[in-house]
């Protein structure tokens, strides 16, 4: 139902199912389609509460019809995540479009520095079916195991997947050892088994030097 036309732009094919995706994402459709505005980043009241508490959210619309939808935002790089039963954990902008059989919630991570208005929680995906997740740049897919454990600038991550524990800890980042950096450097720390994508490019964050 999901494919890539280029690097930067997703195509879904449907056919009287429906897609999510980011709110005026949308740059190009054929065939007969409705279009509904919808609030994401978490269903039910939980979601509700978090949203508020934190900021965690994204303007979603759903498109359902018959033809092809074509989405895009900013000229990102547009990487596709099949779920197979499992979560994706992803920061809400990074998150462009999810097929129907994915459910959208938020969850609790710590205390982990995370992109400017991301708080503390951060968006799961779940479920079976496909995702389509942006990068600045092309995104790197890193792997962690047991072994050997990951560490990630607060500003280049986008998500994870896997049996993962996450937390963040002071240390050293790119910008303080090149002395771009000022006070203290924060890191996101992987332990565990499974895979995590990294952009190169880092956004702004609240967490990355305090």
């Known amino acids: 139902m ?22 005026g994402s949308m740059v190009a459709y054929d065939g007969r389609m409705t279009f509904k505005k919808m609030t994401g ?16 959210q994204m303007a979603v619309m759903e498109v359902s019809g018959q033809g092809t939808c074509y989405f895009a935002d900013r000229a ?14 992803v920061e809400a902008s990074n998150l462009l ?39 600045e740049g092309e995104a790197v897919l890193l792997r962690v195991t047991p072994q050997y454990p990951l560490m990630v ?4 991550y986008i998500a994870h997947q896997g049996n993962l524990r996450q937390q963040l800890q002071s240390g050293v980042n790119f910008r303080t ?16 088994d499974g895979l995590v994508y990294v952009q190169p ?3 702004n964050t609240i967490g990355g030097d305090v």
């Open 2 to 23: 999901f494919r890539l036309q280029g690097s930067k732009t997703l195509a879904v094919d449907l056919t009287g199912d429906a897609v999510k995706a980011k709110n």
């Open 41 to 56: 980043g978490g269903e039910g009241l939980r979601g509700m509460v978090t949203r508020r508490l934190t900021g965690e």
């Open 76 to 89: 990102s790089e547009i990487n596709l995540v099949a779920l197979h039963g499992d979560k994706l954990y």
């Open 97 to 135: 479009a999810t097929d129907s059989g994915l459910r959208t919630g938020t969850t609790f991570t710590g205390l982990r520095g995370g992109a400017s208005g991301n708080g503390l929680f951060t968006t799961t995906v779940e479920g079976t079916g496909q995702a389509a997740i942006m990068s």
């Open 153 to 156: 600038d607060p500003g280049a």
């Open 177 to 192: 050892l090149i002395g771009e950096g000022s006070g203290e450097a924060f890191q996101m720390r992987f332990e565990g």
């Open 201 to 203: 490019s880092e956004r």
